[in-house]
């Protein structure tokens, strides 16, 4: 186990932001979920709630969604 120092800050070395620590959340994250969608993916919380497009800006698209799997989601909508 890793203990952090008071004061230091824990960086990756040769970070590419794979974690996405830095970056902001993702929309999908933030949201406030009905009991219903506890259980839900990210991107069918999306997808539920009509908001694919906004998946296009997150920073963490490329983590979630390949190019041809999200054209398919969105002509579903």
Same mark, same amino acid.
């Given at each position: 186990?890793?203990?952090k ?6 960086? @990756?070395?040769? @970070?590419?932001? /794979? %974690? ?7 929309l999908?994250?933030?949201? &406030?979920? =009905?009991?219903? =969608?506890?259980?839900?993916?990210? &991107? ?11 998946? &296009?800006?997150?920073? %963490? ?5 390949? =190019? ?8 579903? /909508?």
């Amino acid at each position: 186990m890793t203990r952090k120092k008071p004061g230091k800050e824990n960086i @990756c070395i040769n @970070c590419y932001n /794979q %974690h996405g620590c830095l970056t902001e959340e993702p929309l999908c994250l933030l949201m &406030k979920r =009905e009991e219903d =969608e506890r259980s839900l993916s990210g &991107k069918k919380l999306m997808e539920r709630r009509g908001l694919l497009k906004d998946c &296009k800006i997150c920073l %963490h698209f490329r983590s979630c969604w390949t =190019e041809e799997a999200y054209r398919k989601a969105i002509k579903k /909508q």
